[in-house]
């Protein structure tokens, strides 16, 4: 059995892709689990919108106080619902190509009978700005965990971004997929990303006054290797994109270098070159 797995609150007022991103991973999945936490709109008539007898909602409260933690908390508790022996987890502002979603019911299938394995990597594509362009620097991940083996004491980790294994956290062994994730995020419309950085106060309290002053700013901030993508978005995406494809306040401010950047024009280079990143963070091990 293959199970799908996610978290959501405030969808509405966030903007995010939850309809497409349970629907992706519907592709492939037996059910998926979606922990609703208490929301001040109407997430959950949204989530049950899917018509679909797989989808098995859970009602849940969540701990503010918690900040970061509290989306590995409830990630945790969305994978323990789960009845497969593994599970796919897509964030609400992902989708998984149909593509990949078939690529990693095929690699589970392969190497299920390998006990190395704990978990499978996808590729990542991260849109921002509108759903013509992609962020490319290492400061966005390439590549990280999305299924996974339950049952193994595998758990979310530093917001559920990966996963770790046990009480010691250690990395968790995983195989590269040609799977890709669209991360839309920072694609949303500029309302949506007002609102997530109102709520990046409460999340993120550490940031400072720098989360002020990215919502006075009025618009995203210019970043190094901004490439244009020119590829086919997932199927279930598509009607979701459209609606939000012309919006006149998501502007990307204009064109600064700065001297910290040229690190990023180097390592980029480097892995031009090479096929590796320099000073990549990796949640995982190869096996």
Known sequence: MLSGFTIVRNAIKLDFS??????????VCDEV??????SEDDTRDLVASVKDPRVRILDTEWDLTKKNLMLSIETQRAMDACRGQWGIYI???EVLHER???ILKEKVAEWDADQRVEGLLVQYLHFYGGFDRIATNRRWYRREVRCIRLGRDIRPYQGAQGFRVGPDYRKIRARLTDAQVFHYGWARPARAI???HEQSKTMYPWRGGRTDWDAERGHLEW???LQPFAGVH???ARAWIAERAHDAERVVGPRRLKPGHVRFYISDWIERLTGARVF???NYELV
Do not use: T, W, Y
């Open 194 to 196: 007002r609102e997530k």
């Open 100 to 102: 990949g979603a078939h």
């Open 234 to 236: 997932p199927r279930v």
């Open 91 to 93: 964030q609400a502002d």
């Open 18 to 27: 939850i309809v497409p991103a349970i629907q992706s991973v519907l592709e």
């Open 280 to 282: 990549e963070f990796r």
């Open 33 to 38: 689990v979606v922990n609703v936490g208490k």
């Open 223 to 225: 970043i190094p290797l």
